[in-house]
């Protein structure tokens, strides 16, 4: 499966983003469609995740009720909703794909900035 995310940028503190990650290659009913982001000079970590075939989400607790990840069938993509962004947010965002444990699907990432 390739995935091609999109939609960061630059954003004021308590602005919003809408990020996407288109996927191909495959069909996804299997899958687990997750976002992680890497923040300068930090690990990777998780965001969000959502499973393909019921629509189950699942957050990181520094994100719930902030951001809302989604996902619509016809256009194989997933999005990630992202509200009252603040500087701490500030990563590169990275979308991944896994059908066993183990993400093993990535696609390149998209910076998200946010000016405090």
């Known amino acids: 499966v390739q995935l091609q995310a999109s939609g960061g940028g630059l954003v004021q503190a308590g602005g919003s983003l809408r990020l996407s990650c288109a996927a191909s290659g495959r069909t996804f009913s299997r899958y687990v469609m997750g976002w992680f982001r890497q923040a300068p000079g930090k690990e990777c970590e998780f965001v969000a995740a959502i499973y393909w075939s019921d629509g189950s989400e699942y957050y990181a607790d520094s994100v719930k009720g902030r951001f809302t990840i989604s996902r619509d069938n016809a256009k194989n993509t997933v999005y990630l909703q992202m509200n009252s962004l603040e500087f701490e947010d500030t990563a590169v965002y990275y979308c991944?794909?896994?059908?066993?444990?183990?993400?093993?699907?990535w696609g390149q990432g998209t910076l998200v900035t946010v000016s405090s």
């Open positions: 991944a794909a896994r059908v066993g444990v183990r993400y093993d699907q």
